[in-house]
């Protein structure tokens, strides 16, 4: 690896050093004085605290690492506040109000009614077990921070702890990451690695405060695991391993990408034995790590035997049993001739392959081993999904990323990965490689499924870290030898006065040996710029100060880039709209709340609230009510029952809520001031997804005779008469277009069908609608007490 002229050597360059001199000489101390006295010592002016004597250059570097990576830390815990700071303080999105119940009952009740909880309000009438069905890693997160924070005497409500978080672990993030950066390449990339990620989008977007989501803490254990298991094969040693195994541990126990760790490291294993570079290091660190990593994974109940059962963990048990034998094919190598080698190497072979496969029909066939999960097909088949199971299909995360998206979310740093991976693979070693293999496979899974962009995010920093850091080693060389920026050299230089010369002779052989190895570093960079193939450092200033300049400005458009996204993009809790009006003054839009609000004060906890499964988690954390599905989104088939109900006529649809005990019917609708994500939008979803579970329900009925998906005056008369188009637009002509030749029109999908005017519910009471018609609340009316139908008027007697 060619050497780096690092961020350190620049900045101590650059530092004020002084010497005991007079009053008269300390009024004029100059840049790069070297106090000879004290040998390889400086005194170094640090900003708000003063002169700092007899500090070692290895001293000073420590003390600017650590102040840098505080300084990240803090960044990125301020940059993710934006919400707290534009809103309030409010738990995010969807799934994470149902980790915020979970955190409550552990704080409140205690570990045992945690793991024994049975969840009665949700899956309406199945219930929940609560202790088997999660990954408890990010509420036992929270619950110890409470505990902590009471500790020390600060007194938070457990809903302050939540919301703080993930910006709180976005800083462990960066330490992960400059951790992983410095082990497999230097500490120049690696501070370059902490900042970028502690700021990037694809990070924030599932880090800022409130976003109470398993990744919030996942992402640092997953490259923290990481970075263990290199600092492990660096060393050899099986402590290094155990640790990786305990943050493995806890990435287990937080989320299910814990599989991408479980098949990204067996493949680095895999490809350093390809590249012969099999050492005893690494056949140490694996073993250790893959044992002692899959009993301790065995320990979470959603986990269990999984770990050795599923096919998703097949991989890294295969490239376990390769290692093996591998280790004892070389040990046979060392006391056997070649002859009696080849033919014990080819008795070993046939034997261990013909027990793999024995082994793997027998699992496959018994059924102890598991079959692959419909997400990890979707990864190797992204039309998977669509064609099988369209509950997976249906979760917009779950769609292919498109390339703006990479660009937004990485700004500048998607164009420098690939720059990066070229060094990586121009001097690879045993541990950078796991970077490439990491990088590769994580591009691939992001560009079928968007969700994943969360695990690229990080390795995109490092790669482009990487490639920043070794392209301002080769532009640096020139202006350092020019004197454009002072090296490194400069703090040797002899400036002491007359009457230091005593001492300088003292200290001169130390100062000299230091002198001489500085000299060597600088001649080995300019060593490495004749390697690189550049023109003679004279002709070349003018050209790196350019490119370092270029460097410099895409650095301050990406940083501009994170403040915006984070502050308008990845700010919004989803439960609170918002928008900007010409002045600029922001308009707050609070229905959700206010639906949930409503059922809060109006109904009793055990009231059945029907709505599509987006909402569950927010339902039964907001309105306190029983719902019938939520985002667990674990029994296909009920869900598809749910979706009959919103799909079918007015009738079916009320005989299905009967049969479901439902009181009230929630609706987004987002056609009066443009709401895109609104349930007509996605009633698609509820027909495909039905349709899986129930035959007699066709899509094509609900398009129009071109195949499409119209509400205007050519759509379907089964999509007319369906509950949702009922529920959604009921009344709405009366407030759009009063006239009756005036067209109704949808902010969302244009002119509506004249259908919508004659909208008359029967069976289904409107009890509430928002201020701005964005959620609407309707009763389901119990049956005629002499058992005529609701749609027929009843003579009166």
């Not at 499924?449 to 070794?470: F, G, K, Q, W």
């Not at 600029?584 to 906890?605: H, K």
């Not at 299905?656 to 009633?683: P, Q, T």
């Not at 008469?721 to 002509?733: G, K």
């Amino acid at each position: 690896m060619p050497p780096s002229h690092s961020i350190f050597d620049c900045c101590l360059a650059l530092l004020p050093t002084t010497r005991e001199q007079s009053a008269k000489e300390r009024e004029t101390r100059r840049v790069g004085s070297w106090d000879r006295s004290e040998g390889d010592k400086m005194h170094v002016h640090v900003p708000g605290v003063g002169y700092v004597r007899g500090l070692s250059q290895r001293q000073l570097a420590v003390i600017l690492r650590v102040c840098t990576l505080g300084t990240i830390w803090a960044v990125a815990f301020c940059i993710r506040m934006f919400s707290v700071l534009r809103y309030e303080s409010i738990i995010h999105e969807f799934d994470p109000w149902f980790n915020y119940r979970a955190t409550k009952v552990l704080v409140d009740d205690g570990t045992y009614a945690f793991w024994n909880w049975f969840d009665a309000s949700s899956w309406y009438p199945l219930g929940r077990i609560v202790g088997g069905t999660v990954y408890p890693g990010i509420m036992y997160t929270a619950a110890l921070l409470h505990r902590a924070y009471r500790v020390i005497g600060i007194d938070l409500d457990i809903r302050e702890v939540c919301v703080t978080l993930a910006p709180v672990f976005s800083g462990i993030t960066a330490l992960a990451t400059y951790m992983l950066t410095q082990q497999t390449w230097n500490e120049a990339a690696g501070l370059l690695a902490a900042a970028f990620v502690g700021i990037v989008p694809g990070y924030i977007a599932r880090s800022a405060a409130g976003s109470y989501d398993n990744e919030a803490v996942a992402i640092t254990a997953l490259i923290l695991t990481f970075a263990l298991f290199v600092k492990a094969v660096n060393t050899g040693s099986i402590a290094w391993a155990a640790l990786a195994s305990l943050s493995y541990l806890y990435m287990v126990s937080s989320w299910g990408g814990y599989i991408f760790v479980m098949n990204v490291i067996p493949i680095y294993v895999l490809t350093l034995l390809l590249m012969g570079r099999y050492t005893n290091r690494l056949y140490v660190s694996f073993c250790a790590f893959y044992v002692l990593g899959t009993l301790l994974s065995m320990q979470i109940r959603f986990v269990g035997f999984n770990a050795v059962q599923s096919s998703e963990h097949m991989g890294a048990l295969g490239v376990f049993g390769i290692l093996n034998l591998y280790c004892c094919a070389m040990w046979i190598q060392s006391f056997s001739s070649p002859q009696t080698f080849r033919a014990v190497l080819r008795l070993l072979l046939m034997g261990a392959l013909s027990l793999a496969g024995i082994a793997a029909v027998y699992g496959i066939y018994s059924g102890y081993i598991g079959p692959w999960t419909g997400r990890f097909y979707t990864l190797l088949d992204p039309t998977y999904a669509k064609r099988k199971i369209p509950i997976i299909a249906s979760v917009a995360e779950h769609q292919p990323t498109s390339w703006s998206a990479f660009f937004f979310e990485n700004h500048f740093l998607v164009m420098l990965m690939p720059v990066g991976i070229y060094h990586v693979l121009r001097n690879p070693n045993d541990t950078n490689v796991i970077l490439v293999v990491y990088g590769v496979f994580s591009t691939y899974f992001t560009g079928v499924m968007n969700r994943l962009m969360l695990v690229y995010t990080p390795m995109c920093c490092v790669l482009a870290a990487i490639a920043i850091s070794e392209l301002l080693s080769v532009w640096m060389v020139p202006l350092k030898q020019k004197g454009v920026i002072p090296s490194v050299r400069s703090l040797f230089r002899s400036d002491v006065s007359s009457e230091d010369a005593a001492s300088t002779s003292a200290a001169g052989s130390t100062s000299r040996k230091t002198a001489k190895r500085m000299s060597k570093r600088d001649a080995s960079s300019s060593t490495a710029v004749q390697q690189h193939g550049t023109a003679p450092v004279t002709d070349q200033v003018e050209v790196s100060l350019g490119l370092i300049l270029v460097v410099f400005g895409m650095g301050i458009a990406f940083v501009h880039h994170c403040v915006w996204s984070s502050s308008e993009m990845h700010s919004s809790p989803s439960v609170v709209l918002s928008y900007k009006v010409r002045s600029g003054d922001r308009v707050f839009i609070d229905d959700f709340r206010e639906a949930y609000q409503w059922l809060n004060q109006n109904t009793a906890s055990s009231t059945r609230v029907l709505s599509w499964w987006d909402y569950g988690y927010q339902l039964a954390g907001m309105s306190n009510v029983t719902t019938i599905v939520d985002n667990n989104t674990w029994n296909n088939t009920h869900i598809g029952t749910v979706g009959r109900c919103l799909n079918s006529d007015e009738v079916v649809a009320h005989r299905i809520a009967r049969k479901l005990d439902v009181d009230y019917v929630l609706v987004v609708f987002g056609g009066l001031i443009g709401y895109a994500s609104d349930d007509l939008n996605k009633l698609i979803w509820p027909i495909r997804i039905s349709g899986s579970v129930d035959p007699s329900v066709n899509e094509r009925d609900y398009l129009t005779a071109n195949g499409e998906y119209s509400i205007g005056d050519d759509a379907s008369e089964t999509l007319t008469n369906s509950l949702m188009f009922r529920l959604s637009y009921h009344r709405f002509a009366d407030v759009v277009a009063p006239s009756v030749e005036s067209p109704i029109r949808d902010q969302n999908r244009g002119t509506v069908s004249k259908k919508a005017r004659d909208i008359r519910l029967h069976s289904f009471e409107e009890v509430f609608t928002t201020g701005h018609w964005l959620v609407r609340i309707y009763r389901v009316k119990p049956p005629h007490a002499r058992g005529f139908p609701l749609l027929a008027p009843v003579a009166e007697t």
